[in-house]
Each structure stands twice: as structure tokens, then as C-alpha cells.
């Protein structure tokens, strides 16, 4: 994160001993981003991090995909997704793949118990929440979640997620990066403030406040690694941190504090953009006032992403530019590269003098060729290919 914070107790000088009420010392751990040359945060541990008691191999099936063949727009219903036990599924055993490549994999869950003790060695890990609450644990502390709100955890960060109790599943899209996730450069100065021009800024992002202890011993976690799942027992918990400063560590950002970018003709994708990882982008699309020139047309134009595929995730309200094309809440509709794509018929002329979009939306535009997971070939609508011809080999 492009800012430092302090949480807890640390002494005031660092690399330096620091003591438990009992005369010992604690135990420091540096979670630094590329080597020593990036963010970095210092942790003090009551006991050795490093301090394991057995490691087995996990079983890992989870990766396999498909291609986009043939190449056609597809439509994807999450709403629809079902697992083998609807009451046993938590967020990170539970998710089921929709997409991948090589820089980022794309996952859902429908959450309902608490999560085990898991962190992705793998890179950075971005979670939208759809609906649904609940709180993340962390080495750093608590961060409370609800609907509209982005987490980003940091590579190599351990956490559990908990739904909250008695409400709706968490219902959670979750990208799983290959590298690290962050706000686009282009809204930070050269020292990491967000510029006048960013959507959101400092104010808006959420971070833990607290530092949380658990005691235990003999706990275990899973860790997902460049050969595959490891589940790792610990001579104690991992939650045992004191207090840490730095400028890496998971935060909160919700969709409902952006602030869109508007202009008298359609704005481009870009002014929604709201995070970048490796080949790929994130944007938000949310409630706005629209195109204000007097001949303007709302809805986007016809066109063709020659060097992206565009992912894009219907969260809320109504999406004009595809009214009648099936898509609907929990819809994610694929729009590859090599395909041109647009409003449904019929939108362009529906929206013209409309004043104000009620939508919300997350895009994901990936600069490598998206393949579907068992869970995009479970909820696929085959239709929604023909649906700007209305006739074609699954049209009826």
C-alpha cells in the first residue's frame, strides 16, 4: 500500500532487541514485496515464525482449464453455481475456478464456516465481496467485510476468512495473482500519495487498527506455492504478532467510494480503472451521471479489444448496454480478444437522453487469452453468443 502505518507494540528503533513481559526477546519477521528492493513491513512475533513441526503434500486438481475454442463471446451465470455440500463450504477449500492464464486465476465461492489458516506464496490475492459479511484474520489483525468491499492480501500474508452468522453466504470473487496487486501507477506521485485526479484516495482505504494474538499450539496451515498445496503444522498459532509497521499489508477499499469519471461523450474503460497486477487490469463500474453533450450516446460503442480479454462481473442495478441479453445479477459475460463486442439492439437508441446509469459492475481485462475452469463450464448460458443476431446453432 502506498502508505506506512504503525499497529501495536514495536520499539522505537528497528532490528533492535525487543522484549516480552517474560525478559525474552520477540522474534522479528520482515514480509518484504520483490527481494529487499519494494514495500515491506516488520512484524514482531511471540514466537519463532519459522518454527514448524510437519509438512505434507495436499492434493490439488483445481487448475485445469479449457480454451476458448471456439472463440466466442460467453455468458456465465454464478448465481447458479451449486457445490456437493452447501452447508461445508468455506472460502478458500470452496473455490470453484472460472478462468485462468498464466498471470492470474479467477475463482467464486458461496461461504458459509470459517476458512482454515491459509496463505498464497504465490502472489497477491484480490477478493471482491458481492454480498453477504463477515471478518478476515490476519498476521496483521481484523478486517471486517461486507458487500462492495475489495481486499487486497498481500503475497505470503496468512488469514482465515469467517462469514458472518446467520446472514446470506459470503458470496466472493476471488483473483488469485501471479504477482502483486495495487492501485495503477498513474493515480500515485513519485512517493506513493494518490494524486487529485485518483478516484479514491488514503481516506477511503481501511487497514487492520489492532494486532490479534491467538494462542495454540500444533496449528496448521495451508500454503499455495509455486509446485502445488502444502499444509504446514506450526509449534504455535501464527496469530501471535504484537505489532508491526510498514507500508505492506492487507486493506479494505469498497466500490461504493469510487468516484466515477465522467466527460460530455462516453468515457473508455480506463477512467474506471481501479487496480493493476500482472497483465491485467480491475475496474469499477458504479452508479453515475452519464454522457452530458446533447447528442450523446450513453451506452459504448462497438468495440474490439485486440490486445485483452474483458471479463466483466454484473454486482448491481441494470446494466443498459446489454438489456435483453440475459445478463443479470451474478452474470459475468467474457468478451475475448478477436471479437467485436457492444450494446445489445436496440440499447444504443433506448439510452439516448438517459442522464444517470444505476449499474455497478467489476471488469477484469486480462492482456492474455482467458480459459474457462470447471466452474465457467458449469453455469455457461450457451445462448448469449447469437444474442445480437437472435438466431444461431443454440438459439430457439
Not at 525478559?23 to 513491513?41: N, P, Q, V
Not at 509455486?226 to 506450526?234: I, S
Not at 449499474?359 to 447469437?386: H, K, N
Request: proline content about 9%.
Amino acid at each position: 500500500m502506498p502508505y506506512y502505518r504503525q499497529i501495536g507494540q514495536i520499539p522505537r528503533k528497528r532490528h533492535t532487541q525487543f522484549r516480552r513481559p517474560d525478559g525474552g526477546l520477540y522474534a522479528e519477521e520482515l514480509m518484504g514485496a520483490e527481494g529487499f528492493a519494494s514495500d515491506s513491513a516488520l512484524l514482531y512475533h511471540r514466537h519463532l515464525p519459522t518454527a514448524i513441526v510437519n509438512a505434507e503434500a495436499v492434493p490439488d486438481d483445481s487448475r485445469e482449464t479449457t480454451p476458448n475454442l471456439p472463440l466466442k463471446p460467453r455468458h456465465f451465470r454464478t448465481q447458479e453455481l451449486k457445490w456437493e455440500a452447501p452447508g461445508e463450504v468455506d472460502a478458500v477449500t470452496g473455490r470453484r475456478l472460472l478462468f485462468g492464464n498464466a498471470d492470474v486465476r479467477i475463482c467464486f465461492v458461496a461461504a458459509n464456516r470459517p476458512s482454515p489458516l491459509y496463505r498464497n506464496a504465490t502472489g497477491d490475492e484480490l477478493l471482491y465481496v458481492q454480498t453477504g459479511s463477515g471478518v478476515v484474520e490476519t498476521i496483521y489483525g481484523v478486517l471486517r467485510v461486507s458487500a462492495g468491499d475489495y481486499l487486497v492480501v498481500p503475497t505470503s500474508c496468512t488469514y482465515r476468512v469467517v462469514p458472518g452468522e446467520g446472514g446470506e453466504p459470503l458470496r466472493v470473487l476471488v483473483l488469485e495473482a501471479s504477482g502483486h496487486i495495487g492501485p495503477p501507477k498513474r493515480y500515485l506521485s513519485a512517493r506513493g500519495q494518490f494524486l487529485e485526479h485518483a478516484p479514491y484516495c488514503e481516506r477511503d482505504v481501511r487497514g487492520p487498527t489492532e494486532p490479534l494474538v491467538v494462542d495454540g499450539e500444533d496449528v496448521d496451515v495451508l500454503v499455495r506455492h509455486r509446485a502445488g498445496v502444502t499444509r504446514y503444522t506450526y509449534a504455535h498459532h501464527p496469530f501471535d504478532v504484537v505489532g508491526w509497521d510498514g507500508c505492506l499489508y492487507p486493506w479494505v477499499f469498497n466500490i461504493r467510494d469510487f468516484e466515477p469519471i465522467t466527460g460530455r461523450v462516453h468515457q473508455p474503460p480506463p477512467v474506471h480503472q481501479t487496480f493493476e497486477g500482472p497483465n491485467f487490469v480491475v475496474c469499477s463500474f458504479c452508479p453515475r451521471k452519464v454522457d452530458y453533450h446533447p447528442q450523446a450516446i450513453p451506452v459504448p460503442y462497438n468495440h474490439a479489444n485486440v490486445d485483452s480479454d474483458e471479463l466483466m462481473f454484473y454486482v448491481g442495478g441494470n446494466y443498459e448496454a446489454r438489456k435483453g441479453s440475459g445478463i443479470g445479477i451474478g452474470s459475468m459475460s467474457l468478451h475475448p480478444s478477436g471479437c467485436t463486442h457492444g450494446p445489445q439492439p436496440g440499447a444504443v437508441e433506448a439510452a439516448l437522453g438517459v442522464e444517470y446509469f444505476d449499474e455497478t459492475a467489476v471488469m477484469v481485462d486480462t492482456f492474455r487469452p482467458l480459459s474457462i475452469g470447471e466452474a465457467g463450464q458449469a453455469c455457461e448460458d450457451p445462448r448469449y453468443a447469437w444474442t445480437w443476431a437472435r438466431r444461431g446453432p443454440d438459439w430457439s
